[in-house]
């Protein structure tokens, strides 16, 4: 399985390559179409890790889990449910999650696997789907609750989940990960809150591409974050998240102010 990483040196220079053990391979060209490796290393401890992809948009699910379904008595959806993550909510390996000037209420994390978009993808089928995806990483799905149902008359899904900071991405994108056998663990300051298999999702990553990309184009480096399950939580000033899968690493960031 291949990890692939962005990062950024002491002096400034962002580059990406793939994780081998405590090294990273330095790669040139571009990651979504044959990049080349240029037989540089740099040690992973003397960079910081960075967002593994700047997507144009974060297409974030909905109720694509059964338990949580069941949980809330939500009938399973004919058609994946969906909000966009705009780019601004970007946030890398081990930054802090910012509360927004304007809220100060409740703050929750959601542990998700992510589905990175390799090519370009428009009305692909189901059978092709996983020809367009690069890889998976981890996504912590930052929501501010309470704005959601603060308005009755409409659903403040996009403004809740789309403040600044609030789309985790990483550490890696893990090409050839076979998520039908993984599970996702969330802590909150080494507490278990989350523990799901990824094979409870109503629809599968092969599905999700095919029917999204027949909603809008799917660019190099988009990121499908699959939805989440049971556990999810608030999050106090001060507090660690970290989610996990086998294979994918560990995505760690800290509640700041």
């Known amino acids: 399985m291949k990890l692939w990483t962005r990062f950024k040196t002491s002096h400034g220079r962002i580059g990406f390559g793939l994780l081998q053990g405590d090294q990273i391979l330095e790669h040139r060209g571009d990651l979504y ?11 992973r401890d003397a960079v910081d890790l960075l967002c593994p992809c700047e997507p144009s948009k974060i297409v974030a699910l909905w109720n694509n889990y059964h338990a949580l379904g069941a949980k809330l008595g939500k009938a399973a959806p004919s058609h994946p449910l969906f909000l966009i993550k705009p780019a601004t909510t970007l946030n890398g390996p081990d930054a802090v999650i910012r509360r927004p000037a304007s809220y100060a209420g409740k703050i929750v994390f959601e542990g998700e696997l992510g589905i990175v978009i390799g090519k370009v993808a428009s009305n692909v089928s189901e059978e092709a789907a996983r020809d367009y995806i690069l890889g ?44 039908r056998e993984a599970e996702l663990i969330t802590t909150l300051d080494g507490t278990q809150r989350q523990r799901y298999p990824l094979a409870d999702m ?32 608030s999050m106090k000033e001060g507090a660690l998240v970290e989610v996990s899968i086998d294979g994918l690493g560990t995505l760690a960031n800290r509640m700041g102010g």
């Not at 591409?209 to 556990?231: E, H, K, N, Y």
Request: proline fraction near 5%.
């Open 33 to 43: 179409d044959q990049p080349v490796a240029t037989g540089a290393t740099i040690a």
């Open 136 to 179: 998976y990483t981890l996504v912590n799905d930052v929501t501010a609750a309470e704005i959601i149902e603060q308005d009755g008359n409409f659903a403040q899904w996009t403004r809740a989940k789309g403040f600044d900071t609030f789309g985790c991405l990483g550490p890696f994108i893990a090409e050839d990960f076979d998520w």
């Open 202 to 233: 109503i629809f599968n990553p092969w599905q999700l591409v095919a029917r999204l990309s027949q909603d809008m184009t799917l660019l190099p480096g988009d990121v499908i974050a699959v939805g989440t399950s049971i556990g999810v939580g």
